[in-house]
């Protein structure tokens, strides 16, 4: 594990979406608030719980069953027995399991909510979820059967069911059982506590977990989509002056501003440029930044969004111990997570729609102002036969009609549940689960739009009127070279498409500050 200087710490520090991608690429090491009144301060709201128990007070989820059986009354001889019928059977989930980085952002995510103090479990359990994420103890967790209200039931009752050495972890790249680990660990299964099952699955954490990762998907997204635009500018003769900053003054939308410069200084716009081949160029390439900069402007907002649900307490009831009261809310629901996940899905695929669209000018000799059918860089002799990038951009094309496709909204399809208890719920982890397939679907497009764009500038650089590329696109061109040679002879791209797409899973290339 790379680890950063600084670790992450749990408790009443707030995180940044940052911290939980540190976590989620085993890059940080992680501490739990530990300071006496810290400690004191959890410990009251569980024993709190345990007071109001030995007065039999009536609490949702300890003495009472859940949901819409919240009106059955559990005796208080079967209170004990509740937690684990809870996160047992919820235990349905199905489709494909969350990957190893979703799933410590999963863990990070939980473990947050959990430390605001007022969720009424026991400074143990924070101990054993840190644990996990320290140790990296991973539970396997199904990624479909979310509602996202009352929260991530079913993929949470994963990570309560492990904590109780039941069901299946990764850990040391193998898949375990739970109870095999905490032996090997030498830890105690927990017996968890009332409340806490709860506690664990009734919140927003992988809704949440999963908008982190995409979030810093789609920031650096948009730089390298940027980066990407910089090189058709060149490869096709493009004009510019688009991206002039008094232009981009008489309608100063910052993000599109940003991106405007960011363009400038690839280009080197101030330096002298070659005569101009056309007036205006066609919209990919002109409307670059109006298109990145909506996803550019829409970051800071969706970023607030994000990490405010982070650093919030989102499951019901509240326990708040120093006023001695039980707060019976709806703060599973996950609908600020379910907009910036739809509205974050939807500004991608419009990326991929434009790289789309570059691509297709790229190929075409009608449009590419001079280089040859499909990017082939194969000689006269053999041009006949040789196609280059003409399947790339048919595969391109599919990959950005699933990602348009997939933009359909999440959040507006609600759908009543559990005995019409849950009757309006917010489809979040649905939404981010979208967003993360629109994300992946458009880096393809970004990897194959990148190797041609690449190719685009070599054959440029072919030509004997040939202009020096600027510094920044000169560094990007060495860097690409050392993995992807010019494509002369066809070749099956499948094996560079994969390491391109490895290479952006990395951020490898340094873009824009």
Same mark, same amino acid.
């Given at each position: *594990?790379?680890?950063?200087?600084?670790?992450?710490?749990?408790?009443?520090?707030?995180?940044?979406?940052?911290?939980?991608?540190?976590?989620?690429?085993?890059?940080?090491?992680?501490?739990?608030?530990?300071?006496?009144?810290?400690?004191?301060?959890?410990?009251? #709201?569980?024993?709190?719980?345990?007071?109001?128990?030995?007065?039999?007070? $009536?609490?949702?989820?300890?003495?009472?069953?859940?949901?819409?059986?919240?009106?059955?009354?559990?005796?208080?001889?079967?209170?004990?027995?509740?937690?684990?019928?809870?996160?047992?059977?919820?235990?349905?989930?199905?489709?494909?399991?969350?990957?190893?980085?979703?799933?410590?952002?999963?863990?990070? =995510?939980?473990?947050?909510?959990?430390?605001?103090?007022?969720?009424?479990?026991?400074?143990?359990?924070?101990?054993?979820?840190?644990?996990?994420?320290?140790?990296?103890?991973? %539970?396997?967790?199904?990624?479909?059967?979310?509602? &996202?209200?009352?929260?991530?039931?079913?993929?949470?009752?994963?990570?309560?069911?492990?904590?109780? &050495?039941?069901?299946? $972890?990764?850990?040391?790249?193998?898949?375990?059982?739970?109870?095999?680990?905490?032996?090997?660990? &030498?830890?105690?299964?927990?017996?968890?506590?009332?409340?806490?099952?709860?506690?664990? *699955?009734?919140?927003?954490? $992988?809704?949440?977990?999963?908008?982190?990762?995409?979030?810093?998907?789609?920031?650096?997204?948009?730089?390298?989509?940027?980066?990407?635009?910089?090189?058709?500018?060149?490869?096709?003769? #493009?004009?510019?002056?688009?991206?002039?900053?008094?232009?981009?003054?008489?309608?100063?939308?910052?993000?599109?501003?940003?991106?405007?410069?960011?363009?400038?200084?690839?280009?080197?716009?101030?330096?002298?440029?070659?005569?101009?081949?056309?007036?205006?160029?066609?919209?990919?390439?002109?409307?670059?930044?109006?298109?990145?900069?909506?996803?550019?402007?829409?970051?800071?907002?969706?970023?607030?969004?994000?990490?405010?649900?982070?650093?919030?307490?989102?499951?019901?009831?509240?326990?708040?111990?120093?006023?001695?009261?039980?707060?019976?809310? #709806?703060?599973?629901?996950?609908?600020?997570?379910?907009?910036? *996940?739809?509205?974050?899905?939807?500004?991608?695929?419009?990326?991929?729609?434009?790289?789309?669209?570059?691509?297709?000018?790229?190929?075409?000799?009608?449009?590419?102002?001079?280089?040859?059918?499909?990017?082939? &860089?194969?000689?006269?002799?053999?041009?006949?036969?040789?196609?280059?990038?003409? =399947?790339?951009?048919? #595969?391109?094309?599919?990959?950005?009609?699933?990602?348009?496709?997939?933009? *359909?909204?999440?959040?507006?399809?609600?759908?009543?549940?559990?005995?019409?208890?849950?009757?309006?719920?917010?489809?979040?982890?649905?939404?981010?689960?979208?967003?993360?397939?629109?994300?992946?679907?458009?880096?393809?497009?970004?990897?194959?739009?990148?190797?041609? =764009?690449?190719?685009?500038?070599?054959?440029?650089?072919?030509?004997?009127?040939?202009?020096?590329?600027? %510094?920044?696109?000169?560094?990007?061109?060495?860097?690409?070279?050392?993995?992807? %040679?010019? $494509?002369?002879?066809?070749?099956?791209?499948?094996?560079?498409?994969?390491?391109?797409?490895?290479?952006?899973?990395?951020?490898?290339?340094?873009?824009?500050?």
């Amino acid at each position: *594990m790379t680890t950063h200087l600084e670790p992450v710490t749990f408790g009443e520090r707030a995180l940044r979406i940052e911290d939980v991608l540190a976590l989620a690429n085993r890059q940080a090491p992680t501490h739990l608030q530990d300071d006496a009144a810290y400690r004191q301060r959890i410990a009251k #709201g569980a024993q709190f719980l345990d007071s109001l128990l030995d007065k039999e007070g $009536v609490i949702y989820g300890v003495t009472t069953g859940y949901g819409d059986s919240c009106v059955v009354a559990v005796p208080l001889q079967h209170v004990e027995a509740l937690p684990r019928h809870l996160y047992t059977f919820h235990g349905c989930g199905l489709g494909k399991l969350l990957d190893a980085q979703a799933t410590r952002a999963v863990l990070a =995510a939980r473990l947050q909510s959990l430390c605001h103090g007022v969720s009424g479990v026991r400074v143990e359990l924070l101990e054993r979820l840190h644990a996990f994420l320290e140790h990296d103890v991973l %539970p396997l967790i199904p990624e479909e059967g979310s509602v &996202g209200a009352s929260g991530d039931l079913t993929p949470l009752s994963y990570v309560a069911a492990t904590l109780s &050495g039941e069901r299946d $972890v990764l850990f040391r790249g193998e898949r375990r059982q739970a109870i095999d680990v905490h032996r090997e660990l &030498g830890w105690a299964p927990l017996v968890l506590r009332p409340k806490e099952a709860l506690a664990l *699955m009734n919140g927003t954490a $992988v809704m949440t977990g999963l908008a982190c990762l995409a979030f810093a998907r789609a920031d650096y997204l948009l730089q390298l989509a940027t980066r990407i635009t910089a090189l058709n500018v060149v490869a096709l003769q #493009g004009n510019p002056e688009h991206f002039d900053e008094r232009l981009f003054a008489a309608k100063p939308h910052p993000g599109q501003m940003q991106v405007a410069a960011w363009l400038r200084q690839d280009l080197a716009i101030d330096a002298p440029t070659a005569p101009l081949h056309r007036l205006q160029d066609r919209y990919s390439l002109r409307c670059a930044p109006h298109v990145l900069g909506v996803l550019a402007d829409s970051l800071n907002w969706l970023r607030s969004f994000i990490e405010i649900e982070l650093n919030s307490a989102n499951d019901n009831p509240i326990i708040d111990a120093e006023e001695e009261r039980v707060l019976h809310g #709806g703060h599973f629901y996950g609908g600020h997570i379910a907009f910036a *996940m739809d509205s974050l899905k939807t500004l991608v695929a419009n990326v991929a729609d434009l790289l789309d669209r570059q691509l297709a000018l790229l190929v075409d000799v009608r449009y590419n102002h001079g280089l040859p059918s499909n990017l082939s &860089g194969a000689p006269a002799d053999r041009a006949m036969i040789n196609h280059g990038f003409k =399947a790339v951009q048919i #595969g391109t094309s599919a990959w950005t009609a699933e990602a348009l496709k997939n933009t *359909m909204p999440a959040s507006v399809f609600s759908r009543s549940t559990e005995c019409h208890n849950q009757d309006k719920v917010s489809m979040g982890t649905i939404a981010a689960r979208d967003a993360i397939r629109v994300l992946e679907l458009t880096e393809q497009v970004a990897a194959a739009t990148l190797l041609a =764009a690449n190719q685009g500038v070599w054959l440029r650089a072919q030509a004997a009127e040939a202009r020096p590329l600027p %510094p920044a696109l000169a560094a990007m061109h060495s860097e690409l070279a050392k993995d992807f %040679p010019p $494509v002369i002879e066809d070749r099956a791209l499948e094996g560079e498409l994969r390491l391109c797409l490895k290479r952006i899973a990395e951020q490898h290339w340094r873009l824009h500050a």
